[in-house]
């Protein structure tokens, strides 16, 4: 089974609906992220969350918001869907820091995607 | 201009060709990820690395911090390794732990048999 897992992986939808994906990990992750991907542009963080308590704006957070029911899923709400909001999403999680000479780094594990597109 | 910049944005060679893959930031960072972007969509993490060079199977990622320019490279690649590969860099000096990355637009790299 994967260890990160979004639903759903593809959807369409109408302008100003609301739309939820959801993303659920089983590695024990602490930290999960969502991003959006466009064509020709690379992926641009949305939001992200360093445990249940804490939820943090990304670049580009407005239009979204998320909720973190546990450990393991993170959501990603479309309050009212526009058609500029069509993309690739992915969730992604990872570890805790590990510390090295004083920076700190860790693999991002990504999950499959979820297409969607707004019309 | 954008922070990460990866050249070329389309590559396509005939199988067995050695590929190289650019990617230059402006930014201080503590890391760099190389990712790859099946035909499917998944993301799946190649390399993460903050100096010199690491090696895994046919696959080589070099960096080097003071030029602030990382590399990719293919041996003998083969039609599997087509796929879009993208570069990333954690910036140095954000929230310890938190690991902010910011991506390059990624190349897609085509290789016919």
């Known amino acids: 089974d994967a260890d990160v897992t979004q639903t759903p992986r593809n959807r369409i939808t109408k302008t100003g609906k609301r739309i939820m994906l959801e993303c659920s990990q089983t590695?024990?992750?602490?930290?999960m992220y969502w991003y959006r991907q466009d064509p020709g542009l690379g992926l641009r963080l949305i939001y992200y969350?360093?445990?249940?308590?804490?939820?943090n704006k990304g670049e580009i957070s407005d239009g979204y918001s998320v909720s973190r029911q546990a450990q393991a899923k993170f959501s990603l709400s479309l309050e009212s869907a526009i058609p500029n909001q069509t993309a690739l999403y992915f969730c992604?999680?990872?570890?805790?820091?590990?510390?090295?000479?004083?920076?700190?780094?860790?693999?991002?594990?990504f999950g499959p995607g979820t297409r969607l597109t707004v019309l | 201009k954008n922070e990460v910049e990866q050249s070329p944005q389309n590559l396509t060679a005939q199988e067995g060709e050695f590929i190289t893959i650019n990617c230059s930031y402006s930014?201080?960072?503590?890391?760099l990820h190389w990712l790859q972007q099946h035909p499917g969509g998944g993301i799946v993490s190649l390399f993460m690395?903050?100096?010199g060079k690491k090696k895994h199977g046919r696959l080589i990622a070099t960096i080097n911090i003071q030029e602030k320019h990382s590399s990719l490279h293919i041996t003998a690649s083969h039609p599997r390794d087509s796929a879009v590969y993208i570069c990333?860099?954690?910036?140095?000096?954000?929230?310890?732990?938190?690991?902010?990355?910011?991506f390059g637009q990624g190349t897609r790299l085509t290789i016919n048999p």
């Open positions: 992604a999680t990872s570890d805790r820091a590990l510390n090295n000479g004083g920076s700190s780094y860790n693999e991002q594990f």
């Open positions: 590695k024990g992750h602490d930290r």
């Open positions: 969350s360093f445990d249940v308590k804490d939820i």
């Open positions: 930014v201080g960072i503590s890391a």
């Open positions: 690395l903050s100096s």
């Open positions: 990333a860099v954690r910036l140095f000096g954000w929230y310890q732990g938190a690991q902010k990355l910011v």
